[in-house]
């Protein structure tokens, strides 16, 4: 089904065998007008995405000096810029060939990304993360399995999204265990929002899938609200509720914790409509 018009003005989680061969072509951008996302189904009358407000909060936190060496040595082989409003990724060069994309926002450590990356040789994925020693890792980890497959990029994925990803540019986009924000003032923090399912929407081709888990069960009913409320997403789900987890995903480390403390989790998987 046709998107509604966007709002204007919307702004935007060892080496190997591999190691030693040439680094990729750079990634080039190419000015564009930022698409906005279309109009989201229940959300605020201006129907934008609060900038001031946040989905993360940026900490320091111990970074090694193997992930100090990877930010400094690997990210100009696997690393994306981004360039600001105006820029848009040219994501078939950045990869170096056509193929089908998907895109993990919030990946962590990178531990997901990569072993996906490895099993699936025949797609390129994009990793969106914001905290430098989670990037360190996820880079160490690239360099170890010699992937070729897999660009990340540092800084918030709601600019990313908004200002520098042509439409329809992901056959598939992960949301892993994004922070529920638990305390009710916070809500306005979650990711997943109205707003931010129909950005979605507009970056993943139709029949594109959206997958999504956590462990905190509020979230997981709140993220289902949200996107069963949404005229650009179906869900998967027989009852229009939950998947059973993707064989394919990993167990993070984040849902071994939960399953620790008690934490059922709850994988979700819509796709994109016509």
């Known amino acids: 089904m046709p998107l509604p018009d966007p709002p204007p003005g919307t702004p935007g989680a060892a080496p190997s065998a591999d190691a030693d061969r040439a680094a990729p072509a750079r990634p080039a951008t190419t000015p564009a007008a ?3 996302p279309a109009a989201p189904h229940g959300a605020a009358s201006s129907g934008a995405i609060r900038r ?3 989905s993360f909060v940026k900490r320091g936190g111990r970074i090694t000096g193997a992930q100090e060496r990877a930010l400094a040595e690997l990210w100009p082989r696997w690393g994306l810029e981004y360039e600001g409003p105006g820029h848009t990724l040219d994501l078939p060069r950045a990869f170096g060939r056509t193929a089908p994309r998907v895109l993990e926002i919030g990946f962590g450590d990178g531990d997901t990304l990569v072993q996906l990356a490895k099993l699936r040789p025949e797609r390129d994925f994009l990793g969106i993360e914001v905290h430098p020693p989670g990037v360190g890792h996820c880079l160490l980890g690239i360099e170890r399995e010699g992937l070729s497959n897999v660009r ?3 800084h918030d994925a709601v600019e990313v999204l908004t200002h520098a990803i042509p439409d329809a540019a992901f056959d598939e986009v992960l949301v892993y265990f994004a922070d529920p924000w638990p305390k009710k003032r916070h809500h306005k923090r979650r990711i997943v ?3 931010f399912v129909a950005l979605l929407a507009r970056r993943t081709r139709p029949g594109g899938v959206l997958r999504l888990a956590t462990d905190w069960q509020p979230y997981a009913e709140w993220m289902l ?3 069963n409320a949404s005229p650009c997403w179906r869900n998967r789900a027989p009852d229009g509720r939950y998947v059973p987890r993707p064989p394919e995903r990993p167990v993070t480390k984040f849902e071994r914790r939960g399953t620790r403390l008690g934490h059922l989790a709850h994988d979700l998987e819509f796709e994109r409509r016509d």
């Open 152 to 154: 990340v990029m540092r």
């Open 193 to 195: 929002q109205p707003a």
């Open 225 to 227: 609200e949200v996107l």
């Open 52 to 54: 001031g407000v946040r």
């Open 34 to 36: 930022p698409a906005a």
